[in-house]
């Protein structure tokens, strides 16, 4: 049996969201530059990352404008209105509760929790157009954005599939260190350097799996700083609410094998 092999050098980087610089109003985007650099010598040493832990709070809505999922755009006599769900953590009660208590928008709505769809009711006296296709709210409502519907007064419209208020199911962590071997179904190409499932409630801590942890080669010769998103799935950078979270990251400096191709004789034919 082969000995594991051992890296060269190592960096421990413990990472407070509270430390570093951010972009814009959310801390879920940082740049970090580093105390020392990061070098290999390319010809003889590659670099591989992994998260070692983190420590993230559940405290992103799952409704937000943060997260795109929030707006039913409608048409009232050839003038398109806007109904925007206030960033929050909903339950299906309250999310059919505030679309029909309020006097601006002209549909009340109920949930089946049979079927587990949405029922919305045109209490107007006008013919409304919801234009799904403009809409973000779609998807947790469990209606289609493929094309606008027309809703008479008095008329209803059911959901297509049924109501998602789980809207973030993962964590991913991203970075400009990402390799060029870690792809997507979504774009092709991913700066994702960790996944981590979103297995609890919010206002509670969402911890790294230790057995799910990946290593990904690092594609420059050299880390002088790092630019780290946490989106969810759909690449939304996550509101986190101003709450901080920490993460502990490793570089692993290892020497690069270099594999003898063999050649193989073939004996002569007579």
Known sequence: M?????????????VRSKDVSREGVLNSHLFIQLEQQNDIDPRTEELHQIILSAEIPS???NISSALNNNVIKYTVSGVQQTFTFESKMYDISEYVRVMTSDANFPFSATYDSFTMKVSLQNTSNNTVTINWTASTAHKPMGFSNLSDVDVVSGGQIASDNIVDLATVHSIFIKSNTASNMIFSTRAGFSQTIQKISVDRNSGEIIYLNESDYRTTTVINSSVNSLDLRLTEQNDQLLDL?????????????YPLLKRTPVTQIRPTRR
């Open 2 to 14: 082969q000995n594991p092999l051992e890296p060269l050098r190592r960096f421990i980087l413990d």
């Open 59 to 61: 405290s992103f809505y």
């Open 241 to 253: 609410n101003n709450l901080n979270y920490e993460l502990t990251i490793g570089f692993f400096v």
